[in-house]
C-alpha cells in the first residue's frame, strides 16, 4: 500500500520560514509527477507548486520567489521550502503524487494534509 505522509507544518510568524516534506511509501514502481497543494479558510483547494519528474516545477502565481519545490528521487521525497510566509499562506498543505505502485499502473496519491498557520 503506498502512503504519503506529510511533515514540516506548524505555527510561524510573518516573514517566517517553513519546509514541508512529503514521503512517499510502500511498493513503488516509480513516481512521475509530484505536487503541493492548499486549502485556505473559505477558499478552494488550489495548487500551489508542482514538480516533474524531469525537474520542471511550476508556480501559483501567489507564490513564486517565495516557495520552492524540490524532489529527491532516491528517498521518494518531495519538498516544499516556504520564506517570507505571510498570513494569506495559513492553510492546509496537501501532498500529491502520480506514480506506479507497478510497471503498468499509475495513479494520484494524497497526504492526510499538514497545518501551516502564519500569524503573530
Known amino acids: 500500500q503506498v502512503q504519503l505522509v506529510e511533515s514540516g507544518g506548524g505555527l510561524v510568524q510573518p516573514g517566517g520560514s517553513l519546509r514541508l516534506s512529503c514521503v512517499a511509501s510502500?511498493?513503488?514502481?516509480?513516481?512521475?509527477?509530484m505536487a503541493w497543494y492548499r486549502q485556505g479558510p473559505g477558499k478552494e483547494r488550489e495548487l500551489v507548486a508542482h514538480?516533474?519528474?524531469?525537474?520542471?516545477?511550476t508556480y501559483a502565481d501567489s507564490v513564486k520567489g517565495r516557495f520552492t519545490i524540490s524532489r529527491d528521487n532516491a528517498k521518494n521525497t518531495a519538498y516544499l521550502q516556504m520564506n517570507s510566509l505571510k498570513s494569506e499562506d495559513t492553510a492546509v498543505y496537501y501532498c500529491?503524487?502520480?506514480?506506479?505502485?507497478?510497471?503498468?499502473?499509475?495513479?494520484?496519491?494524497w497526504g492526510q494534509g499538514t497545518q501551516v498557520t502564519v500569524s503573530s
Open positions: 500529491n503524487a502520480n506514480l506506479r505502485a507497478t510497471w503498468y499502473t499509475a495513479t494520484d496519491y
Open positions: 514538480i516533474t519528474s524531469g525537474y520542471t516545477t
Open positions: 510502500g511498493r513503488i514502481w516509480s513516481i512521475n509527477d
